[in-house]
């Protein structure tokens, strides 16, 4: 069996710089296990794929592995699984997935790049000494989200870039999403992102951390949109604004790689 096969940098303007996903369209479901092996032997931050959705509800079926599980939302291989859709029809200004655990997702153009909009995640404050630790510093604020999403909220930048998490630690937290921001220098938001129960220590740019990001940031800065950056090795920028439940998030993408994986 030959399946097609793109590696795409996603919320990147040049190549090997975003966070690289594999795309892989099918005709039906494979079964969940050969999924999971495949996003394995990928071994990149997120594996997506997709199919014609039957239920009419969108135009997509999408599911998402990392190496070590599937996943109930990610926002880089949804910007990716678009790229790839629209990045065949010239005639196509959107396209919709429906996904199993997050709803119904939209990629659309927007310039040269596009708006992916995701649920919004609004954070809510949450003492959490254990997270500190883990991520090795003594003070900051914790929130969280219980689809699964712990924000932690330091004084600055540099802050942020100086992290140096105990990532066995974190992962024996449980399997949340643990993001850390700040107040930007170049934008008004950075942030970083570790995922080590995922079998990600720190993932290069998170889609889905936006959605926790934006309702945070929006609030507290007093705005609806701003930009923000995450400060992985790789980095990446992305375009925030809140818009009632949704986070529109901007960026780019970049084809790296196609062809065909072989079973």
């Known amino acids: 069996m ?58 997509y079926e ?35 997935f429906r996904t199993r655990q997050s709803g119904v997702l939209e990629v659309r153009r927007d310039g040269e790049g596009y708006a992916m909009a995701l649920p919004a995640y609004p954070p809510e404050p949450a003492p959490n000494a254990d997270l500190l630790r883990a991520l090795g510093i003594d003070t900051g604020e914790t929130l969280h989200h219980p689809r699964g999403y712990d924000l932690t909220v330091l004084e600055s930048a540099e802050a942020v870039l100086a992290l140096t998490p105990d ?15 700040a107040s930007g220098r170049d934008t008004d938001v950075i942030s970083r992102v570790f995922a080590p129960a995922a079998g990600i220590d720190e993932d290069p740019v998170t889609g889905s951390a936006h959605s926790v990001l934006t309702p945070y940031w929006a609030k507290r800065l007093g705005r609806e949109s701003f930009s923000a950056y995450q400060a992985s090795q790789r980095g990446g920028h992305v375009a925030c604004t809140l818009a009632g439940d949704r986070a529109i998030l901007g960026g780019k993408c970049v084809t790296v790689i196609e062809g065909e994986f072989t079973l």
């Open 2 to 59: 030959k399946l097609p096969f793109a590696q795409i940098d996603a919320f990147a303007d040049r190549p090997f710089t975003g966070n690289p996903a594999a795309v892989m369209p099918l005709n039906a479901w494979l079964a969940d296990d050969l999924l999971q092996r495949i996003a394995e032997e990928n071994n990149l931050a997120e594996t997506a794929f997709f199919l014609p959705d039957a239920s009419g509800e969108a135009d």
């Open 62 to 96: 999408l599911r998402w592995f990392t190496p070590a599980v599937e996943v109930a939302l990610c926002g880089h291989a949804t910007l990716a699984s678009g790229h790839f859709v629209l990045g065949a029809d010239s005639t196509k200004e959107r396209v919709t």
């Open 167 to 181: 990532f066995r630690a974190l992962a024996a937290l449980g399997d949340t999403l643990n993001i850390v921001t």
